[in-house]
């Protein structure tokens, strides 16, 4: 949002330069920067009163001078400039193709709104003596497999359900009741697999976490952005790396390649003066001496040997996790062909270290076919303290003051009170943990766990290349 | 041409006038920084031109071009200044009353040569991105308020502000401080088209069939192979001078072959090309 401050300089500047009937355009261009600041462009105050002062230099009339010169002045990052076009798109589409995309936004509303109650009656369940009721929360994956079903599965699963609520004599409900959440849980991941392999569930997911103004008009463009991003070709990088399709491996493998490549180039440059070489540099020297008329009297060393920081990535290939596994892992074996201090480690029911594996001349495909048929642990279950607990035991060489470790898991783990207390040990022997969840957000709160696990590791949900790319820049070694 | 005066056309002209084939979106850019006074942040793939702004903007304004070329572990002694100690040294021996922390005991690095220059420069900043993150740090003062400290001498203010064109190939994740500093602009490799103009341009004896034919490849070429290094715009350059030399006036595929030394210059870019495109599929194509 835009401080009272830099929305009295835009008024001064507007006002000397443009009559009073101009004055809208200041008020759209402060709409424009807040849904730019939405959809997570960084956009400074003093890039605004740049773009105001950029644009009394051009002809407002000229679209393509005017979109240039906001995108040179509010976009400093080419990943987002796809974000930009779109959001310039509809935010600046005339009045007529405002309306039309108010009518499709409402439309789309409609029929969510009418989906949703149709699948909150279908999972609302109640015994017919009245005694129990009971309903079950789909997560919005889940809400788009279900609709997917045909209308013969959709009853099927939902009977069954019904049965057991009717059937249900005496004994613990609340126990009955999480184990139908299990079953329903359990049914629509089947059915998203079967769907999948069947080529019905191609369309990609687009998992883009946006801040809603809270302005009726400005989010509904900011929703209608997102639904245009959703069947944009381009949106590679916001898709969940859960649904990227077969088509779109290899542009996903180029993304991952070149975060690898970028981040690799920042562990080499961030470094650590260690204690070790003590070498006399001679032009520090003369000039803090000159003052003593050339007399050395204060000698100044050589910067000492720099050191590296020891990354470490442990990536959970449980059953869960295995879409997001072979991304993730694609990304460590890119860094660890660059980083040759980076250790890798894999862990489902228990850890296994693949540092080696990456090491060996082969191609990416090559290693993981080879991991993935030698591994005990791949698409096993998860217990991470299980996990942590071995690598205490076996790498404790690894657990320094200059460690960072990253955590690639949905956290889903057996154990989880337990494995808090792991991660608390391992916390306290690194210099940070790094937690790359792949739930999104939203669902984090119906994990408990998930808040003391927060207390030792630094948290951040990374569902698409976006995320991953996000974290990496802003929050990986960043302190 | 003088600065204040600068309209787009002018500015577009001049492009022309020195052989640059420039996007709407780079002119409107580039005259944008010029006229805010803000430095132009160019980024992009190696070879598409990101420098030759910089050089083509000298060209326009008929003024120096003051190049800083950064590399890891580039500091202030390099590019800002240097006391000249031999000679601080001699002036302490030789016990004459005089200041030795004064201009005359300076030796000007490119950044302070800019500053101190009597007339307007072109200061380019060349792939920033090879720099320190320490060494962006230090240059905010400078691409803000146009001054830097001097320990000993206090603040010099620029006596002429610079034109100021950094590149950077994205190599490494630049500071949001840098970036806010400067506008802002994206050079892509050139579409076909672009890259006709630009052969016809810099090796006018190629004629239209060739160029076009050599485009249209390199364009192949870059979009569907997954390349180490993509061949740049200089070695397309390079490559129609090539053809010319050679006597070839189509693009044929034993000459393709030939050639393509002067297109990839990574033994494993060539093996690619051979593996999944080769000269004879390319030659196909280029005659659908």
Request: charged letters at 30%.
């Amino acid at each position: 949002m835009l401080s009272d401050k830099e929305l009295a300089v835009w008024q001064t500047m507007l006002n000397q330069r443009w009559s009073r009937s101009y004055e809208y355009i200041e008020h759209n261009l402060i709409k424009f920067i807040q849904v730019l600041r939405c959809l997570g462009l960084r956009v400074s105050s003093s890039e605004a009163v740049d773009l105001l002062k950029a644009l009394l230099l051009i002809d407002l009339s000229d679209k393509v001078a005017f979109k240039t010169a906001l995108q040179a002045v509010l976009v400093k990052d080419i990943e987002k400039k796809i974000l930009f076009e779109k959001a310039f798109a509809i935010f600046f589409a005339t009045p007529e193709e405002k309306d039309k995309n108010f009518l499709e936004g409402l439309q789309r509303k409609e029929e969510r709104e009418k989906q949703n109650q149709q699948i909150e009656k279908d999972f609302t369940f109640q015994r017919e003596d009245g005694s129990e009721k009971v309903q079950f929360d789909l997560t919005e994956m889940q809400k788009q497999i279900y609709n997917r079903l045909s209308s013969h599965e959709q009853e099927k699963l939902c009977d069954f359900v019904d049965q057991v609520v009717q059937t249900h004599r005496e004994g613990n409900f609340t126990k009955k009741v999480s184990f139908l959440k299990n079953f329903i849980t359990g049914t629509l991941n089947y059915w998203e697999k079967q769907l999948r392999q069947n080529s019905q569930y191609d369309n990609a997911q687009v998992a883009f976490e946006m801040d809603l103004t809270g302005e009726e008009k400005l989010d509904e463009m900011l929703q209608n952005i997102e639904e245009q991003l959703k069947t944009s070709e381009q949106m590679l990088l916001y898709e969940d790396m859960k649904t990227i399709g077969e088509k779109d491996l290899p542009k996903a493998m180029v993304i991952i390649k070149r975060l690898a490549k970028k981040i690799a180039s920042r562990i080499s440059r961030r470094y650590k003066q260690s204690k070790k070489s003590k070498k006399i540099e001679i032009r520090r020297t003369i000039r803090s001496n000159i003052g003593y008329g050339g007399t050395m009297l204060e000698l100044k060393y050589k910067a000492r040997k720099m050191e590296k920081p020891k990354v470490i990535l442990i990536c959970d290939v449980s059953g869960s996790m295995s879409r997001y596994a072979s991304f993730v892992l694609q990304f460590m074996y890119g860094l660890s062909s660059v980083v040759r201090e980076m250790e890798s480690f894999i862990f489902a029911d228990d850890l296994q270290r693949v540092t080696e594996e990456f090491r060996k001349q082969r191609s990416f495909e090559d290693t993981m076919i080879f991991i993935m048929q030698s591994s005990p642990y791949w698409g096993g279950g998860t217990n991470l303290q299980k996990a942590l607990n071995s690598f205490a035991e076996k790498y404790q060489q690894l657990l320094t003051s200059n460690s960072r470790i990253i955590i690639m898991s949905d956290a889903k783990t057996s154990n989880p009170q337990e494995t808090a207390s792991s991660l608390e040990k391992t916390r306290k022997k690194v210099k940070d943990i790094l937690w790359l969840n792949t739930l999104p957000k939203s669902e984090w709160i119906a994990l408990e766990h998930l808040s003391i696990f927060q207390k030792n590791c630094r948290m951040f949900s990374c569902q698409t290349l976006a995320h991953l790319e996000e974290v990496m820049k802003y929050h990986f070694l960043s302190f | 041409m003088d600065l204040k005066e600068l309209t787009i056309e002018q500015l577009k002209e001049g492009f022309a006038n020195a052989g640059y084939i420039s996007e709407e979106e780079t002119l409107i850019t580039t005259y944008l920084s010029l006229k805010l006074g803000k430095p132009l942040l160019v980024t992009g793939p190696p070879g598409v031109g990101k420098t030759e702004i910089a050089k083509v903007l000298s060209k326009i304004f008929a003024t120096q071009l003051i190049r800083l070329q950064c590399y890891e572990g580039l500091d202030e002694t390099k590019a800002l200044y240097e006391w000249d100690y031999k000679k601080q040294l001699l002036m302490i021996q030789s016990k004459k009353e005089e200041n030795i922390f004064s201009q005359d005991y300076l030796l000007e690095r490119p950044l302070l040569q800019a500053l101190l220059a009597e007339q307007q420069v072109v200061l380019l900043i060349d792939e920033i991105d090879k720099a320190d993150e320490e060494f962006e740090a230090f240059l905010f003062e400078m691409l803000s308020d146009f001054q830097v400290s001097i320990p000993e001498l206090g603040t010099v203010t620029a006596k002429n502000i610079p034109i100021i064109i950094l590149t950077s190939n994205n190599e490494r994740e630049l500071s949001d401080g840098l970036k806010r500093r400067c506008a802002f602009l994206y050079l892509d490799y050139p579409s076909v088209e672009k890259e006709i103009q630009i052969i016809n341009s810099k090796v006018p004896q190629a004629g239209q069939q060739l160029s076009r034919e050599i485009a249209s490849a390199v364009g192949k070429i870059r979009s569907q192979l997954e390349l180490k290094k993509k061949p740049s715009i200089s070695e397309t350059i390079d490559w129609t001078r090539s053809l010319l030399l050679l006597n070839a006036d189509r693009l044929e595929t034993q000459i393709i072959d030939q050639t393509l030394n002067i297109i990839f210059k990574d033994e494993e870019d060539k093996k690619t090309f051979q593996r999944e495109l080769g000269s004879e599929k390319l030659y196909q194509a280029l005659n659908e």
